[in-house]
């Protein structure tokens, strides 16, 4: 079973940028990415600083990949399945994304953790 949680407005969302939300009691960063156009949401929470700051971390691409690098070691995780370039070990939680009318929401699956 899963939700849609609505988060926010697509006007809340910083180019480029990451912000934090909280949905379903978990910490979610999203991130607008404007030369694709297309919003991410994962985890907010870096397993290897062991602090939730993804939301602060810098967006790019590897290989054409849309990625984070994390704000506190620069580990970098694919936005769109979450794996960490240097350790494939290690990954993050990614929540699809549904834009309607304006409003950004994230599905949150009780079942999925990490």
Not at 34 to 52: E, R
Not at 55 to 72: C, H, K, T, W, Y
Not at 93 to 102: C, D, F, G, K
Request: glycine letters at 8%; aromatic letters at 8%.
């Amino acid at each position: 079973m899963s939700d849609w949680i609505e988060v926010c407005g697509l006007d809340d969302l910083i180019a480029d940028s990451g912000i934090c939300v909280l949905a379903g009691g978990r910490q979610v960063a999203l991130f607008y990415l404007s030369k694709i156009d297309q919003v991410y949401a994962v985890d907010n929470f870096d397993p290897i600083g062991k602090a939730n700051v993804l939301a602060r971390g810098m967006v790019g691409d590897i290989g054409g990949e849309p990625m984070l690098a994390s704000p506190l070691y620069k580990q970098h995780f694919s936005l769109t399945s979450g794996r960490c370039f240097e350790d494939a070990d290690i990954h993050i939680h990614t929540y699809p994304v549904r834009i309607s009318q304006q409003r950004v929401a994230v599905q949150i699956c009780p079942e999925s953790s990490l």
